[in-house]
């Protein structure tokens, strides 16, 4: 079985400060790879996701993930964060195979931007 | 855009009593999913459903069961609330591999 691990639970930084969040995953075959965000009251909603080629990837507001795969990582990163960034993040992770499309997700990760 | 709704946002019930939770989404998505989210355990996996009356358990399927008698319609059934089943309850629609998309959460208390 897959599993996810997000090592921090919590992250306070300051604007304009860099952001990586890690995560990890348990699974020796192929996956798609996800980051979901969950902003205070609202839905998740997803950031970015990779599904096969180049291993860095762009999403929404700046964000982007690399996937390692000799690392089984697909960290999260923001050069510079805003205020606005303050939410939970979640890395998630879909191994193929033939029950459906299960997503395994991470603990998460609340981040707080002081402004 | 992908639009999944879920009955309510916020629900208080008496422990013992028989909970619905209700989730339509309006895609045509084959597959639909409910989790339940708590704090430091992200999203963990209750049931989810990749057809008409077709259902298979999650990871956390104990003290919960479904229905989906529609493609577009996707129940949680709690038969008898437990207070350790307080949580937020999310569901969440796809179809075939791609990105999941999420209802707006029911916040439940089992008093």
């Known amino acids: 079985a897959q599993s996810v691990s997000q090592h921090n639970h919590h992250v306070i930084l300051s604007e304009a400060a860099s952001l990586e969040l890690g995560c990890n995953y348990s699974y020796g075959g192929t996956v798609n790879l996800f980051w979901y965000v969950q902003y205070p009251g609202q839905h998740l909603q997803l950031l970015l996701k990779?599904?096969?080629?180049?291993?860095l990837v762009k999403g929404i507001k700046g964000f982007e993930a690399e996937f390692i795969k000799s690392k089984f990582s697909f960290n999260l990163r923001k050069p510079s964060v805003q205020w606005s960034d303050t939410a939970e993040y979640f890395c998630a992770v879909n191994a193929y195979n033939n029950a459906g499309n299960m997503l395994t997700f991470g603990g998460g990760t609340r981040l707080m931007v002081k402004p | 855009d992908v639009k999944v709704t879920q009955s309510s946002r916020y629900l208080v019930k008496r422990t013992g009593e028989k909970v619905f939770l209700e989730c339509v989404q309006d895609m045509d998505h084959e597959n639909m999913f409910w989790y339940r989210q708590d704090p430091g355990l992200g999203l963990r996996l209750i049931y989810f459903?990749?057809?008409?009356?077709?259902?298979e358990k999650g990871d956390i399927p104990e003290g919960y069961s479904v229905s989906r008698e529609k493609k577009e319609r996707f129940s949680l059934i709690l038969e008898s609330a437990s207070t350790n089943q307080t949580s937020m309850y999310l569901c969440?629609?796809?179809?075939?591999?791609?990105?999941?998309?999420f209802g707006p959460g029911t916040r439940l208390l089992v008093l």
């Open positions: 459903s990749y057809d008409v009356k077709m259902k």
């Open positions: 990779y599904f096969s080629g180049d291993p």
């Open positions: 969440a629609s796809t179809s075939g591999q791609e990105t999941q998309y």
